[in-house]
């Protein structure tokens, strides 16, 4: 098969998540709301359902039909293939230990990375909560009590991850030649389609900008796009990374595509916050412990990183 019908069909995955986002952004009127409207992300959230569901069946019947590697599987082993049913592997297998052991190092892997953000978290609970058990239970309760965190938190990575990852990788993997694919490729080429999605953003941002009086500049509209593109593009590697070190545990990414989105990307320390700007310290002595603090979190902040590359080898494979 002609790489270009390989292509073609990739373009197509990506494309139609972002294009059921534009069909669904105009109301009776035709009148473009803002995309944190809730009414705008029901109505996304109900094209894009619709449309995640139709492509679980479509897409594999376009493997099927277009398998480079001559197989003779049946097509419910391409739509299984995607891992969306827990605990089935690639090659056909269930293994629900090894599937809940590769979640498990997959929690732990991004813990790792936010060792620093984790302990200030703690921190936090310990001395400016004292401990709440209450505020700690109502903490966790507000990640899910909105229809935003519900779409940031739940709906964005369980979707994002069968496009932009279950659905790309096993394209990769059936509508090339097996000789043709390298695993570096495997783990570069496809988290493009991931980071280019996301320049959507930048025409919405400036569409709502025009609206607004002192509205970010056009410069200041590229920069963050490019750094958005950039971010998700890595982390479309570690995802496209433990889908084939896994062999098609797509759960382990959309949990830590979860608490990816959660901890947001790393900035300074709440605690360190805190008692500098909302509640500043008198005591000379805290002053300096806080201090310290800051200079330990840098610290922690660079040592999740080397934690987490040197824990990318440790996953548990057959």
């Given amino acids: 098969m002609s790489d270009l019908i390989a292509y073609s069909i990739l373009l197509y995955v990506s494309i139609s998540y972002v294009s059921a986002i534009y069909i669904s952004t105009k109301d009776i009127n035709d009148y473009k709301l803002s995309r944190d409207d809730p009414r705008v992300i029901k109505s996304r959230m109900k094209k894009i359902s619709i449309l995640t569901i139709f492509n679980s069946f479509f897409v594999p019947l376009l493997q099927k039909l277009y398998d480079s590697n001559e197989s003779n599987k049946k097509y419910i082993d391409y739509v299984l293939d995607l891992g969306i049913l827990p605990g089935r592997q690639i090659n056909g297998e269930y ?10 190092e997959s929690i732990l892997l991004i813990s790792q990375l936010f060792i620093g953000p984790l302990t200030d978290i703690l921190l936090c ?32 990575p369980i ?20 000789g043709s694919i390298s695993f570096k490729r495997m783990l570069l080429e496809p988290p ?19 609206s607004i009086a002192n ?25 496209n990374f433990i889908f084939v070190v896994t062999t098609g545990n797509l759960w382990s990414c959309i949990i830590l595509h979860s608490i990816c989105n959660i901890m947001g990307f790393p900035g300074g320390s709440e605690l360190q916050f805190h008692y500098t700007i909302l509640k500043p310290l008198n005591d000379t002595r805290l002053k ?10 840098i610290g922690l902040l660079l040592l999740g990183i080397v934690l987490f590359v040197k824990g990318l080898g440790n996953f548990t494979t057959l």
């Fill in 125 to 156: 609970h310990i001395f400016v909560n004292g401990c709440n058990i209450k505020s700690l239970v109502n903490s966790i309760k507000s990640l899910f009590n909105s229809i935003w965190n519900i779409r940031n938190y739940i709906f964005a």
């Fill in 288 to 297: 300096r412990l806080l201090s310290l603090w800051d200079k330990i979190y």
């Fill in 192 to 210: 493009l389609y991931f980071g280019i999605a996301h320049a959507h953003h930048a025409y919405e941002t400036y569409s709502k900008s025009k």
């Fill in 95 to 104: 293994n629900g230990t090894l599937y809940l052991i590769n979640i498990y």
């Fill in 215 to 239: 509205g970010p500049s056009i410069a200041t509209i590229v920069t963050s796009t490019i750094f958005q593109m950039s971010y998700t593009y890595i982390f479309g590697i570690l995802t």
């Fill in 159 to 178: 979707t994002e991850e069968i496009f932009y990852t279950s659905l790309l990788i096993t394209s990769y993997q059936t509508l090339f030649p097996h």
